[in-house]
């Protein structure tokens, strides 16, 4: 049986699927060609992460696929109900890259508070020249500790983010409609271990209270943060983003830096990708990333070993 990653797989994934009798290509095929390779080459398996689309009509013309596989956790790429309902089998990784986002979310805040967006821009323009005038202006930076972080959307991913948070002594409060209490175990290198025991409040209480938001909720109709829900937040607070492109009004967004309301944001993903509004790139009170929230090597290994995982134990069944 043949398996198409088109955007990708790790090395340890492909082993894994070669062990077990499966042919895999990492040929990456244009959306516009996809459906005709598909059909030519005999594929079963479709893999893809955030590139490829998988709608309707490539379902409908590939009646040999059998497998719709998404390397990460969100799968608004795939018209996955309808797949499912023609007899496919849809998969994701939902544990695979939570760590790696929750340490992203991180990287945007440590930037954020001690303004390394900015002095990474103007410390090579001017660094020789106005060297004491930049670290006064760098110098009013805040630590994270004793800080209160708000976490909407506590899943897998909000969980991590959460164990990163306790860790460095931050308070943790989270707004889930679907989780109301949660423990959070943090294990360290010695085999030590200590549970933290969270229980939901009202998402309106986590944006007044919190210094910092982080969001983790999936694709959205509408804005989970608007202007309304900006205009809730501490003065001065700080927002990252690294769940999904248009759960933020990004527009709002740059109006409550623009006037001082929140201090920064940290975006991984965007309303446009992949061309994100210009306004939102020449911010510079934004710490920006291109989505890469799941982009590391461990996490690719993991995303590759569990697809195969899940691709062997379909086809065994």
Known sequence: MKVLANDGISQSGIDALEAAGFE????????????????????????????????????????????IGRGGVGMDNIDVQYAKDKGLSVINTPAASSGSVAELVFAHLYNSVRFLYDANRNMPLDGDSRFK????????GVELRGKTLGVIGFG???????????????KVIYFDPFIEKATIELDFFDGQKVDFKLKAISKEEVLKQADFITLHVPAQKEYVIGKKELELMKDGA???????????????????LDSGKLAFAGLDVFENEPKPAVKVLMNQKVSLSPHIGAATNEAQDRIGTELADQIKEIFAS
């Open 133 to 140: 005038d930049l670290k006064k202006a760098y110098a009013k």
């Open 24 to 67: 895999v290509s990492t040929t990456t095929v244009a959306q516009g060609q996809l459906i005709n390779y598909i059909n030519e080459n005999d594929v079963t398996v479709l893999l893809v992460r955030s590139a490829t689309t998988v709608r309707k009509d490539l379902i409908d013309a590939c009646p040999g696929l059998k497998v």
């Open 238 to 256: 700080g927002l990252i983003n690294a769940a999904r492109g248009g759960v933020v009004d990004e527009v709002a967004l740059i109006d409550a």
């Open 156 to 170: 897998r991913i909000g969980q991590a983010t959460a164990k990163v948070a306790l860790g460095v002594g931050m």
